[in-house]
């Protein structure tokens, strides 16, 4: 039923699949997936021996996702922008990962994980305009997610860090991950 919706789309530019996902046709979604998914087991092939692999690329598919929301096609190609958000998410995770797993579980004291900056400039107009793109987002989303996982994405996108968001919503930090989880694996469909 999904392939009918999509069918002939697969021929549409990277652009073109963005500019239709943006005006709400959500299914458009998982022919990008297809589409970068090389590119997400690029980004993560050099960490494997480091980091749990799915984690990785569940990441990279985050990544894809918000780079479709806060694309600006006066600025790069799509393909230049997405592929840069991949890479620089996964790094980030995987070093995120990699630190926390070298220090004793005694030491770890609160630290903020890094956020995903993709508004790079602090031009006025492109602020909103990502501001726009991330509430037309967040509004579509919550007709998809559980109230919990809303919840869960919304800590997420301020820049909380799991065992915040834990602490917040007086979940476990697996609770968090578990969720996240559930989150990225609607976005595919």
């Given at each position: 039923?999904?392939?009918?919706?999509?069918?002939?789309?697969?021929?549409?530019?990277?652009?073109?699949?963005?500019?239709?996902?943006?005006?709400?046709?959500?299914?458009?979604?998982?022919?990008?997936?297809?589409?970068?998914?090389?590119?997400?087991?690029?980004?993560?092939?050099?960490?494997?021996?480091?980091?749990?692999?799915?984690?990785?690329?569940?990441?990279?598919?985050?990544?894809?996702?918000?780079?479709?929301?806060?694309?600006?096609?006066?600025?790069?190609?799509?393909?230049?922008?997405?592929?840069?958000?991949?890479?620089?998410?996964?790094?980030?995770?995987?070093?995120?990962?990699?630190?926390?797993?070298?220090?004793?579980?005694?030491?770890?004291?609160?630290?903020?994980?890094?956020?995903?900056?993709?508004?790079?400039?602090?031009?006025?107009?492109?602020?909103?305009?990502?501001?726009?793109?991330?509430?037309?987002?967040?509004?579509?989303?919550?007709?998809?997610?559980s109230k919990y996982?809303?919840?869960?994405?919304?800590?997420?996108?301020?820049?909380?860090?799991?065992?915040?968001?834990?602490?917040?919503?007086?979940?476990?930090?697996?609770?968090?991950?578990?969720?996240?989880?559930?989150?990225?694996?609607?976005?595919?469909?």
């Amino acid at each position: 039923m999904e392939k009918k919706s999509v069918a002939g789309k697969e021929v549409f530019s990277d652009e073109q699949l963005v500019s239709l996902i943006k005006s709400g046709e959500n299914e458009s979604i998982g022919i990008l997936l297809g589409r970068y998914a090389p590119y997400i087991e690029s980004a993560v092939s050099g960490y494997k021996k480091y980091c749990d692999p799915d984690d990785l690329v569940s990441e990279g598919e985050l990544a894809l996702f918000l780079a479709i929301y806060t694309f600006d096609e006066t600025r790069a190609s799509f393909k230049t922008y997405a592929v840069s958000c991949i890479k620089k998410s996964v790094m980030s995770r995987s070093r995120y990962l990699q630190a926390k797993s070298r220090i004793p579980r005694n030491m770890i004291s609160p630290l903020e994980e890094e956020t995903l900056g993709y508004a790079d400039d602090c031009d006025p107009e492109n602020l909103i305009i990502v501001k726009e793109n991330f509430d037309s987002l967040m509004a579509s989303m919550r007709s998809v997610l559980s109230k919990y996982e809303y919840s869960v994405i919304c800590d997420f996108a301020e820049g909380l860090s799991y065992k915040e968001i834990a602490a917040k919503r007086g979940k476990s930090e697996k609770s968090v991950d578990n969720a996240l989880k559930r989150i990225r694996e609607k976005i595919k469909r």
